[in-house]
Structures are given as C-alpha cells and as structure tokens.
C-alpha cells in the first residue's frame, strides 16, 4: 500500500511540472525509477520466502537466498536447489583400510554400490575414486576396478596412513572448487575424519559414509545422513536404519 501511494504522489507531481512530457512517454525520472525498483526486488524476495527452500522450523536460510539471485539487481530468481538423491554422487574409497574380500568378484564393486545407493532413493550419476597401494592388490582385481570405470590413486607404500592424508587432501580440494550439487561418500576405516565430515555436513553437503563396523566413530557418524556397513555396501544392501544407527553410534568411539 505505501508504494502504491508513492506511485501515485509520483505520477501526479510529474504529471504537473511536465516532467513526463519533457522526457517522453518511455522515460521517467531517475529519482522515480528508483523508487519503483526496490519494490520489483523485493517482490522477488518475498516470492522466494514463499516458495523457496525451508528448514525444519520453517525458516528460509540466506545462503539460498544468495544463490537464487534475488539480490542481484535486475536478474530473475534461479530455481529452487535440487534436491540430494537427483544430484551426483562422488565417492572416496580408502582400499588400505577397507580392502575387497579374497573371494569378491571386483566387477561387481560399483553395480553393487549403486544399487546400494538407488535403494536409499540416490539415483544421480556415481564416480568412484579409489586411493590406496595398488601393488597390495591383486592385479586381476585391479583390471577388474578399472573395466567398470572405477578410478585407481596408487599411493605408494611408505606411512600406513599416506591413502589417509590423501584422501583429507583431495576431499577438501574438492568441496572448495565445487558448489552444493555433489554428494560426497566416504568409505574409509580411519577414525581421523573427525573434522573433515562435519566441516562439509557445515558446509551443507550430503556425506555419505562406510565403514568397518570395528572402526565406526561417533563425529563421523553424526555428520553423514546415511551410514552403511562395509561388508553390507559390498553386496549391495540399503544403509542402517534409525535403530541401527543408534546401536553403531553407541558402540563406537
């Protein structure tokens, strides 16, 4: 109502001095676009607010409203960020600590890791990073990873925790060159992700997380939206449930 009344103060005050006739039919003053523009540019925000994402309290988060662009001047509101399981997942593999089983045919690894993924509704395109010292594993397994476009990191032998660091490393590069439109998966039996998988849950990224059942660790648990079990991962199974969770994250450190 009050611009409308400003409008209407600014349309008659033109009108008598002849403003409008001096500057043409398509021109208004300056000073009285500039009052009309706030107005167009809130009236995106406020559509946003409406419409736009929320969190569970109702709020909507400035971050999407930064990215949906409208405080950008003179630009149209971008649509709503999509949704996690239509996004594309990239997944680290640490293959020191979490190696395939002697009998496990590797052709398998990533079907099986996708249906794992599909069965908790995540259907966007899956990469597989694999680290680790590839001279430990058997060659036939390594033809096997790479047929099924899985990438091979050898990290050559030298501190047992040289994958690890690699991996910290490489994930973290990762997340600061790209935006939200990645899930990031984690499948390692290291316990020192403490700050690195909650720094990209903060970051709003959805961590998904495997481990060894003996290695589970409460931080990295409590970051990640779902957790599996390496050995259930392997064979394509979906992720705990609440109640599994709970019991993991009771058990672990």
């Known amino acids: 109502m009050m611009f409308r009344s400003i409008q209407k103060i600014i349309s008659s005050s033109t009108d008598r001095f002849g403003i409008k006739r001096f500057l043409g039919p398509r021109r208004a003053p300056l000073w009285a676009r500039a009052l009309s523009e706030p107005q167009q540019r809130f009236g995106r925000a406020h559509q946003w607010a409406l419409t736009g994402p929320h969190d ?13 662009g409208f405080c950008r001047f003179g630009s149209q509101a971008t649509p709503p960020y999509s949704p996690p399981e239509v996004l594309k997942t990239v997944m680290w593999w640490d293959v020191d600590s979490c190696p395939l089983p002697p009998t496990y045919d590797a052709r398998y690894l990533g079907p099986n890791i996708r249906q794992a993924l599909e069965r908790m509704n995540f259907k966007g395109h899956l990469t597989i990073h694999a680290f680790g010292n590839t001279n430990l594993v058997d060659e036939s397994k390594l033809l096997q990873l790479s047929s099924t476009g899985i990438y091979l990191h050898h990290i050559p032998r030298g501190n047992k925790e040289s994958a690890h660091k690699k991996i910290i490393v490489d994930l973290m590069s990762y997340a600061l060159d790209n935006g939200m439109d990645t899930n990031i998966m984690l499948v390692s039996g290291h316990r020192d992700y403490s700050d690195c998988l909650p720094k990209l849950a903060a970051r709003r990224f959805t961590v998904l997380l495997a481990q060894p059942e003996e290695h589970a660790t409460k ?13 259930r991962l392997l064979a394509g199974e979906g992720a705990l449930t609440e109640t599994e969770m709970s019991e993991l994250y009771s058990k672990a450190k």
């Open 56 to 68: 569970e309290f109702g709020r909507a988060p400035l971050w999407a409203g930064l990215q949906h």
């Open 219 to 231: 931080s990295s648990i409590f970051a990640a939206k779902y957790v599996w079990i390496w050995s």
